[in-house]
């Protein structure tokens, strides 16, 4: 079945408006990239590909007769499509030119070309939109903690009636539970990143470099995966298991272990699995450490169900792996939730610290990753869905240790 | 000539020591992700891929026998290659487990596990590394107005006695003089996105949407240039001319104006060239603006040459692009520095607000780019070396408008 992303939105803001009623918060500001895409619908291409920080909001109002509103520069909100549903447009103008030849655009044709980014152009709009929907006082939740300083200090100079809280914690709690719109995209993206993988390692031998596995996993997701762009492929070959942006050219080697760790993008949607491969036959000792890191992960899959807490999934699986042959295992965390996060990992964490605990529509990452000095990475990462009664895998390889 | 890689990093060092002592500060500390690669010379994927902020930092002394100490997690610390020129190693532990089966790290290795960002160990270590180096009071420059506001006050607390300055422009005035090796860098990354415009064009006709042309060109980068990664690549087919982040699948009809507005990545410096093409034949009010916009871009070529203000080629360019068909023409800026910016532009900007001169060794993007509702995108983008006595194209394509 194919979900609606107008439906989507609309259980979005259905949902932040129960928060926004329990919190007695007026209105929700989204500054960064993935939570603008979020409230409005609208990916920005300032924001995502070239990184800009605090370059449009999205305003999403308690009062549910109140569109939202999308505050952006002309260039790009000239890209937003016309049946977005549920949302207004305010915009400001930017260092690059936007003509109107024909006269297409009638009096909202401005021609002002200021030579910097306007955040003071944009906060003033904010303040303006807030007025004109009569919050002037009250609470207002902004993504106080992911702002440059600048760019605080405006805000607070653009609405200095407001108090402003944190909407991170907010934007948390919204974005842990899916709606079937984006379950239908991180099913397909685990699906990509799984062909990716498949058809990647029909062509690792020995002598075959981390860089060249990069190349061919990019290739096999433009030629088989419908061209869905890779979001991170932290693949490494043998002993240097560290990330890295320039990839490794070292032959691979006999015994050397290959492991991928990689995401895919759909329509914003990240997935994040793991697995692990072997030139030729792995040592004893890689076989000791992946057969505990395997026992770990089936007890994982095992303690995953509506209620239950994520803490004692940590708990219960940091056990099994330590009574499975490494004693010494240690870890920050064992899971996290994904979805928008371009850094892969989003809260909540399967980690001593998490008091919270599953629900249904949650999609959460199970990762029991090795990283050894004189090993290299070992890692079974998978995606799942937590359902009504227990939880349902969304990517399909085998979890054994396979040799090529 | 392939230059050096420590050659370059031994020619930053010295250039930021000069500026130290012009500004009197003991020491400058990088932590965005371009700066901390351009400062120690290894990129963060923890900052390049995953985007994440303040999570290492590249110290660099005035003092010239100190060498650059880098402060960074222990996961990604481990991919630092060991012939780092002039770099000093501190780590801090991270959520990721690192484990030592062999003994190999002695006495260094040490198995703690937040599972927290840790923000404050990071700054605590940078706070040890100043005092050792005896700054513990004076001038060391950060960059603040790029650092999160929780990271700038975790940053005070950690150094309360500093007097803590704005690193940018200091940063800035640095990366506009490119040292050899970074040239090296930029001219084959123009090389690279002019192939793969040279290679996708090939396969263009009427049909053709953004979506295919903005596959097709990431499938030429992986064939044809050596699988350089593409940094962006802004292809726009007939009038929907906004940056999209999800393509339009539109097909082109007759009389689409294709642009690409691209950038390839190589060791970390991009290019950033436009150039424009039409499916059949151009309107005749195509022609006339493309014809404006070619002879101010030609006028922009002239301009180019150490002493010239960057303000003076901005305003004799603007004034041929009015005076040639286009009178409202408008703009913030027609060229910018390039080299390690994610966001492509990088200051000094030719606009009216810069009061600056070129330099031999700048490279300088110049672009007049066109956006109008109702005629889609048309953009000329050079890529130029500022050289003794004028200036060097680095990439080579037509700047007709040409027809597929």
């Known amino acids: 079945m194919v979900y609606d992303k107008k439906k989507h939105l609309k259980n979005v803001a259905e949902r ?21 895409y979020y409230l ?82 944009m906060f003033g709009l904010l303040s303006e939109v807030l007025a004109e929907h009569g919050i002037t006082s009250g609470k207002v939740a902004v993504e106080l903690s992911s702002m440059r300083c600048p760019a605080v200090n405006a805000l607070r100079e653009a609405v200095p009636g407001l108090e402003l809280t944190e ?13 079937p719109w984006e ?120 303690l995953i169900e509506p209620g239950q807490p994520m803490k004692r999934a940590f708990d219960e699986a940091m056990h099994v792996i330590r009574s499975s042959g490494l004693p010494n295992y240690n870890r920050g965390h064992l899971g996290h939730s994904a979805g928008l996060s371009l850094a892969a990992e989003e809260a909540p964490f399967l980690s001593p610290s998490e008091e919270g605990v599953f629900h249904p529509g949650m999609v959460i990452c199970l990762e029991t990753p090795y990283y050894g000095y004189g090993i290299g990475a070992i890692m079974i990462e998978d995606m799942v869905l937590v359902t009504d009664n227990g939880c349902e895998r969304l990517n399909k390889l085998s979890r054994d240790l396979i040799s090529l």
Not at 47 to 69: N, Q
Not at 93 to 120: C, M, S
Not at 168 to 178: D, F, P, S, W
């Open 183 to 302: 379950i239908d995209q991180l099913r397909q993206s685990c699906a990509f990143a799984e062909i990716g993988i498949a058809e990647t390692i029909k062509g690792i031998r020995t002598g075959s470099s981390a860089a060249e596995i990069a190349d061919a996993f990019r290739l096999a997701l433009l030629t088989h995966a419908d061209g869905a762009p890779s979001r991170f492929h932290m693949i490494s070959v043998g002993g240097n298991f560290a990330p890295a942006h320039i990839f490794d050219t070292r032959p691979g080697e006999p015994g050397d272990l290959i492991k991928f760790d990689v995401g895919v993008d759909v329509a914003g949607y990240g997935s994040d699995i793991a697995r692990t491969f072997v030139l030729g036959s792995p040592s004893d000792t890689v076989k000791r450490i992946y057969g505990a890191l395997r026992a770990g992960h089936d007890r994982l899959l095992e």
């Open 16 to 36: 932040a408006r129960m928060i926004m009623e329990r919190e007695n918060i007026e209105a929700i500001v989204a500054s960064s990239c993935e939570n603008f």
């Open 40 to 121: 409005s619908g609208h990916p920005s291409t300032f924001m995502y590909t070239l990184r800009m920080s605090e370059v449009a909001l999205a305003v999403m109002f308690r009062d549910p007769s109140r569109s939202t509103v999308i505050i952006m520069n002309e260039f790009e909100a000239a890209g937003i499509s016309a049946d977005l549903p549920g949302c207004e447009l305010r915009t400001y103008p930017t260092w690059v030119d936007v003509d109107d030849p024909f006269g297409l655009r009638g009096a909202r044709y401005e021609g002002k070309r200021p030579d910097k980014h306007q955040i003071h152009e």
């Open 167 to 179: 909407a991170g914690l907010v934007l948390t709690e919204l974005r842990a539970r899916k709606t």
